[in-house]
């Protein structure tokens, strides 16, 4: 079974770069079987699903963020990323990471998600 | 983007009791291969989702035979026949159909 741990800084500050790592364990982040995504939740709202990679590094990316959203796959360390440019308050959420089994749209298996704040 | 709409958005059950929810798209989640990609999950307080029903119906391994999921085209629901304490938390609907995949607004089931 797949486990996901997210990883990163918890403080950002505003017009700064958010950049999360999720370390995959349980299975080969290249493997063709798997795509990896980012979904954020703010403090007391519902869920956002930030975008996706697959292991060939094709992204997808809600158009909503897509123009400060950059996702990779780092094969040897077993590890994904998000990269969250000129951030702000509104940007502060619970950020996870999750995989999706053959298709895109699944979400099989969540990180347990890391507070990233925007604040000065 | 594809709006999702669920109801109640707060859902107090006494403990053996039903429960229901609803939810609401847009348009329809009917793709071109003819699938309806509607998923559920369930988040318990302070943990990370988790996902119960995919394509409308299909329960997740391990889930509890008493969560069912039915629905087409723009209308879904899931059902707990007899709601249980760990049933407790806030369940979202999810639609796989139109990039970008969107959720509902989640809905809070609490114990009376």
């Known amino acids: 079974q797949l486990q996901l741990q997210e990883s990163g800084p918890g403080l950002v500050k505003p017009s700064e770069t958010l950049s999360l790592t999720c370390t995959v364990s349980g299975g080969s982040i290249s493997s063709t079987s798997y795509y990896w995504g980012w979904i954020r939740q703010p403090p007391g709202k519902g869920l956002e699903w930030i975008g996706s990679?697959?292991?060939?590094?094709?992204?997808y990316y809600n158009p909503s963020l897509k123009s400060r959203v950059t996702m990779s796959v780092d094969t040897p360390k077993n590890q994904f990323s998000l990269k969250l440019s000129s951030v702000t308050a509104a940007d502060t959420a619970v950020y996870y990471c999750a995989s999706s089994y053959l298709e895109l749209r699944y979400l099989d298996y969540w990180g347990q998600g890391t507070l990233v704040t925007v604040s000065s | 983007d594809v709006v999702m709409t669920q109801s109640p958005l707060s859902l107090p059950v006494t403990l053996g009791q039903p429960a229901s929810i609803s939810c609401r798209s847009s348009?329809?989640?009917?793709?071109?291969?003819?699938?309806?990609?509607l998923n559920w999950f369930h988040q318990r307080p302070g943990q990370s989702p988790r996902r119960l029903i995919y394509k409308v119906s299909n329960r997740d391994s391990g889930v509890p035979d008493r969560f069912s999921g039915s629905g087409s085209g723009t209308n879904f629901i899931l059902k707990i026949s007899r709601v249980e304490a760990e049933d407790v938390g806030v369940y979202y609907c999810m639609q796989g159909t139109q990039w970008p995949y969107t959720f509902g607004q989640g809905t809070k089931l609490e114990i009376k």
């Open positions: 348009q329809s989640l009917v793709y071109s291969d003819g699938n309806t990609y």
């Open positions: 990679v697959y292991y060939s590094g094709t992204t």
